[in-house]
């Protein structure tokens, strides 16, 4: 791992403010500052976003900065009806988790302010959010062995303009900011003028409605972990149990059962709906996604596939040479190969692989010092939803040596010196959908 962290860095003033205060303490402390910038590409002028961050930072190294720079352009694009703002964080935090990893760092900071969080809490708030979207954006969170940092989120926006202007930076200004298709820049052009007008200290108090609500979230969650595993038998829901809860846990209970089964937040339709139609015995039904649905049975409660397509019959030989992309159609989806220091399995034990099916007797092991256990119990333990693990297991020889959504099998990661890549196995578009 490298010593130093990362900043995810736009060239606005925000993030350039951040880039700039890390770069002294980082070389007091015999630290390594690696500056992350994601090109979006939907602006005709992000070529030369780009490029300001990348010189920016090459005069700022020249002066004797402990700093690298690193710029990946998006080549996806959001599909037809799809939010922009949506698709654009998410592909954002995307790449940066995956620059993280290719530069060895495990700490990535970010430089939302108090203004930030004043915003997130109202759009959250205007979405009809319930407690954890009300929390609006945490301090720190660890995702997938990556820490990711706010170190400015009880700022105030004009610290951060005075720091610009003191220190005589050069930013860039995204016109997206300006543009009101976007609910952020209409809170921002419209509202947020009136609102300060107002309540002079809206952005505090707004922060501070978060945090509180991050405290209540977080009580929320820790109680329904308690009271899952009371109305819980092996991950399904058993429902004269959970009939025991007042309307209001029931409906705690619930919503992060749902969560946990189907790996993300449930619509709120379907928890009303549930909520109404879930007490009692009787065989019932309820539809989440085309192939999938909840099932009662005996006074039980679980989550099942149902016109499943079948796998593809035989074995997939794939020819791994070189790092890239190899598409395999008949598997509707695609391997992603790419070079990593650490980690990783050694490149010559893929030129003769092959993609397979579950057959349900695989063995995995997910750490060096953990026993090899069965996939399903691997799937269950790392909180894989079910439609994640229809994808094909890659075999080299006859070992099992990686599975979409845990990794590369720990007893097949290369040895120091071995030329290595990490695995990704990228869905086409439809494939193994989550249910929305």
């Known amino acids: 791992m490298s010593r130093g962290f990362a900043v995810a860095t736009s060239g606005g003033r925000d993030s350039t403010a951040l880039l700039h205060a ?4 980082a070389a007091a402390m ?23 961050v990348q010189r920016q930072c090459q005069r700022w190294a020249q002066a004797g900065a402990p700093l690298r720079f690193h710029g990946q352009r998006l080549t996806q694009r959001p599909k037809r009806g799809e939010s922009v703002e949506a698709w654009a964080r998410r592909a954002r935090y995307e790449e940066l988790g995956n620059m993280a990893r290719e ?23 205007l979405r009809g959010a319930g407690p954890a979207g009300l929390a609006a954006m945490p301090r720190t969170v660890e995702r997938d062995g990556i820490v990711w940092a706010r170190p400015w989120l009880d700022h105030p926006r004009e610290a951060i303009e005075a720091y610009v202007k003191r220190h005589r ?7 997206a900011n300006q543009d009101t298709r976007f609910a952020r820049s209409r809170l921002r052009q419209a509202v947020w003028p009136a609102l300060a007008r107002s309540f002079p200290d809206v952005d505090g108090v707004l922060a501070a409605a978060a945090a509180r609500l991050r405290e209540a979230a977080q009580a929320v969650e820790e109680w329904s972990a308690v009271e899952l595993a009371r109305v819980c038998e092996h991950g399904v829901l058993r429902v004269d149990a959970w009939e025991t809860l007042s309307p209001g846990q029931r409906a705690l209970v619930l919503r992060a059962w749902l969560k946990d089964r189907l790996g993300q937040g449930a619509p709120d339709a379907l928890v009303k709906r549930l909520m109404k139609e879930l007490p009692g015995c009787a065989p019932a039904r309820w539809p989440v996604h085309p192939g999938w649905e909840l099932r009662r049975f005996r006074g039980r409660l679980d989550f099942d596939e149902v016109d499943v397509a079948p796998a593809p019959a035989a074995t997939t030989t794939l020819q791994v040479t070189r790092e890239g992309r190899y598409e395999v159609p008949t598997w509707k989806g695609a391997l992603q190969v790419s070079p990593v220091r650490e980690g ?3 490149l010559a034990r893929l030129q003769h692989c092959e993609l397979r099916p579950r057959t349900g007797a695989e063995q995995f092991r997910a750490a060096p010092m953990r026993p090899a256990r069965s996939l399903k119990k691997q799937f269950q333990a790392a909180a894989i939803p079910p439609w994640q693990r229809r994808a094909p297991l890659l075999y080299s ?6 599975v979409p959504g845990l990794g590369i099998d720990a007893d097949a990661v290369a ?15 439809g494939a193994f959908a989550a249910p929305q």
């Open 344 to 346: 990783g399995i050694a």
């Open 22 to 25: 890390t770069l002294s303490p």
């Open 397 to 402: 020889g006859d070992r099992l040596v990686f």
């Open 169 to 175: 930076l050069s930013v860039v200004e995204d016109p």
């Open 103 to 125: 530069a060895g760092v495990t700490l990535v900071l970010l430089a939302h302010h108090r203004r930030d969080q004043a915003e997130t809490f109202l759009l959250q708030a």
């Open 30 to 52: 015999g630290l390594e500052v690696h500056a992350f910038h994601v090109h979006h590409g939907l602006h005709a002028d992000a070529d030369g976003w780009m490029e300001h």
């Open 415 to 429: 040895e120091p010196g071995a030329p290595r890549v990490q695995l990704d196995w990228l869905p086409s578009s």
